[in-house]
């Protein structure tokens, strides 16, 4: 078993900041040998900050350095697939954020190069590792709320991210919502087979521009015939709100809440509490526990609990859930042609 992984982040903005002090200060047996970034002065700018050895402006430089065991991939959804392909080819192990791509056609070929390669290939759907939803999911196992019945669930964001990244982000239903679809599936240990889907643009007139909207809905059936419906929005002005039900035939299970703190401050002003302002903050442990659980995968060989099959599974579904808000009519996940995607 090697027990130093030394590892390369690829995009050093929002999340790939986060991931890279993550790796440094977190995860035993990751060592973090290169950052990258295209942006000018980024990587240099980074590795400056936490004494990192090699930084580059090109991913080729990590790619094709034999001192690099491994890649966190955190840039831009539009671009993972490429680099996934060269990063297969070139035999390092892969860490990339969700979604895994834009289409089926690509998610495919990346399945097919991760395969030939023998590489271990895991996708950040992080609420898998969040204590809240870890716990949710052993007693659904533990039959503690018998079968589960019912699925609902809120995925608010404070605002939404720049126009720059709603361009290549795929839309709501597939840069939002996946993590539900992802986590439905988790829990419910069955798929999800038809989705119906609404949603406006209430707030944020730019995406417009990109076919995308800052509010939605889907409704969605399982195979075991339970059902669901998850909202998703950037349209949260209180915080970062992400929280989770199960309604169970024996009882009911709620998963997150709003509070960053326990303390309720009561004065002459009132009552209030601290929310989550963020997803660095909501899932700072999440975050950690998965890198932790790709560097085991690493050294053991073991396959992670999210790969890129999951990963393929909750893009058919995000996919099938745009067109299904597109067209107005519900959608049955299997049936769907891929080529009608884009929002
Ligand atoms: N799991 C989660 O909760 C979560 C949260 C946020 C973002 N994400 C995902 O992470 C990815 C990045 O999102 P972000 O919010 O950090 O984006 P961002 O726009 O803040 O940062 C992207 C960075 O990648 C760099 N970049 C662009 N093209 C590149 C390339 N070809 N090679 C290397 N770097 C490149 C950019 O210069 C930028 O610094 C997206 O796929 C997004 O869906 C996941």
Redesign the pocket.
Same mark, same amino acid.
């Given at each position: 078993m090697k027990k130093r992984i030394n590892i390369a982040v690829?995009?050093?903005?929002?999340?790939?900041?986060s991931h890279t002090k993550n790796l440094l200060t977190e995860v035993h047996g990751a060592y973090l040998y290169m950052v990258? =970034?295209?942006?000018p002065g980024?990587a240099k700018e980074v590795a400056g900050e936490f004494g990192i050895e090699f930084h580059s402006t090109n991913?080729e430089d990590a790619l094709t350095h034999p001192g690099v065991d491994a890649v966190v991939?955190?840039?831009?959804?539009s671009?993972?697939a490429?680099?996934i392909k060269k990063a297969a080819y070139y035999q390092k192990h892969i860490f990339?954020?969700?979604?895994l791509t834009l289409n089926l056609e690509e998610s495919e070929k990346v399945s097919v190069a991760v395969k030939k390669a023998g590489i271990i290939c895991q996708v950040?759907?992080?609420r898998r590792f969040d204590p809240g939803y870890v716990d949710a999911k052993r007693r659904i196992d533990n039959g503690e709320i018998g079968r589960p019945l019912y699925f609902k669930a809120f995925t608010r964001d404070p605002g939404s991210?720049?126009p720059?990244?709603i361009k290549s982000?795929g839309g709501i239903f597939v =840069?939002c919502s996946i993590?539900d679809y992802d986590i439905a599936r988790y829990l419910f240990n069955t798929e999800i087979t038809s989705v119906a889907a609404h949603g406006n643009i209430l707030k944020y007139d730019f995406m417009k521009e990109f076919n995308d909207l800052d509010h939605g809905l889907t409704y969605v059936e399982f195979a075991n015939g339970a059902i669901g419906d998850m909202e998703v929005s950037r349209n949260s002005p209180y915080g970062y709100d992400i929280r989770a039900e199960v309604i169970g035939t024996e009882g009911a299970l709620f998963v997150g809440d709003l509070r960053e703190q326990q303390v309720t401050i009561l004065n002459q002003d009132g009552s209030n509490f601290k929310v989550f302002p963020d997803?660095q903050t909501r899932?700072r442990v999440a975050?950690i526990e998965e890198l932790k659980h790709f560097i085991h995968c690493i050294q053991t060989g073991e396959k992670p609990i999210v790969d890129d099959k999951d990963a393929t599974q909750d893009l058919r579904v995000a996919l099938a859930a745009t067109h299904a808000y597109q067209t107005g009519k519900k959608v049955i996940v299997e049936e769907f042609a891929p080529e009608k995607t884009h929002l």
């Open positions: 690829l995009g050093l903005g929002r999340l790939g900041y990258v =970034d295209p942006l980024r991913i991939i955190v840039t831009p959804t671009t993972h490429e680099i990339v954020e969700k979604p950040g759907f992080m991210p720049p720059e990244f982000s =840069d993590h997803f899932f975050y």
